[in-house]
């Protein structure tokens, strides 16, 4: 079992800047992990994901002022988001997929506001 606690949501105005941190109880070995975000009547969507290959992707929204970064030895994912903007805001949520036991595991997420 992993157990996941988000931190560093909050409200900020547009063009300002937020950094999510996910903190993981333990380390994975093989591994998928994300942030997603879910604004109030849309559905959840991926942001940004990463593997332990390294191969990281972002969804086009946020292209070029998002970036997700993690801290192995704290077992500790991050996402960076600069150039804030409304349609940021939502609930962002990391999430880790375990391959080796199959298992989806989420955090309680973390409120972003962007406005002015």
């Known amino acids: 079992q992993v157990q996941l606690v988000e931190s560093g949501g909050g409200v900020v105005q547009p063009g300002e800047s937020l950094r999510l941190s996910c903190e993981a109880s333990r380390r994975i070995q093989i591994y998928v992990m994300g942030w997603y975000r879910q604004a109030p009547g849309k559905q959840r969507e991926l942001v940004a994901s990463t593997s332990n290959r390294d191969l990281t992707t972002y969804a086009d929204s946020v292209k070029g002022r998002f970036t997700l970064s993690r801290d192995n030895a704290k077992f500790t994912m991050y996402l960076q988001m600069n150039n804030l903007k409304p349609e940021d805001t939502a609930v962002y949520y990391c999430?880790?997929?375990?391959?080796?036991?199959?298992?989806?595991?989420w955090g309680q997420g973390t409120q972003v506001t962007v406005s002015t």
């Open positions: 999430n880790y997929y375990d391959i080796a036991s199959n298992a989806d595991y």
